[in-house]
């Protein structure tokens, strides 16, 4: 009997029934072979472009949080854009600009009540404690949640 058949690259296209505004939980991952995305000279970059990305509504970043060698992100994305096109610009951009070597794709998941919102804030949040980067979340410098409340 043959084996059945698996893509080998997973689309991340939000769905037409998903609700306009919906949020995602996102972990980009970067090679071993990429500077930390916490260096000084690169972090301050990728904070101010989510930034820009969000104020020019690229997408709509309730929380922004880097790692040595990934990111943590929950985001709501444009339907007229989408998730795919938006990450693989932004991605693009600074591999061209800031000499970061990333993973291919992403992992993302669809938040689907704001209890989980809550909880992968929170694990974000918490991953640079766990990893022993800081004392306390509060200490972490390269989080950003522009506008937590509002909503998307």
Avoid at 138 to 144: L, M
Wanted: proline residues 11%.
């Amino acid at each position: 009997m043959p084996q059945p058949r698996y893509p080998g690259k997973l689309h991340h296209h939000i769905p037409s029934w998903v609700q306009s505004g919906a949020l995602f939980h996102l972990r980009i991952r970067c090679l071993p072979s990429s500077p930390p995305l916490t260096s000084p000279d690169i972090a301050p970059k990728l904070m101010a472009s989510a930034q820009l990305y969000h104020q020019k509504n690229s997408w709509y970043a309730r929380l922004f949080l880097l790692m040595p060698d990934h990111l943590h992100a929950i985001l709501a994305f444009p339907t007229e854009t989408g998730m795919s096109a938006v990450i693989a610009a932004w991605k693009a951009f600074h591999a061209k600009h800031n000499g970061i070597h990333w993973q291919e794709g992403y992992f993302d998941h669809r938040l689907r009540s704001d209890d989980e919102v809550t909880l992968k804030a929170h694990y974000s949040r918490m991953n640079p404690v766990v990893k022993k980067l800081c004392e306390c979340p509060e200490d972490w410098p390269w989080v950003s949640e522009p506008f937590k409340s509002d909503p998307p």
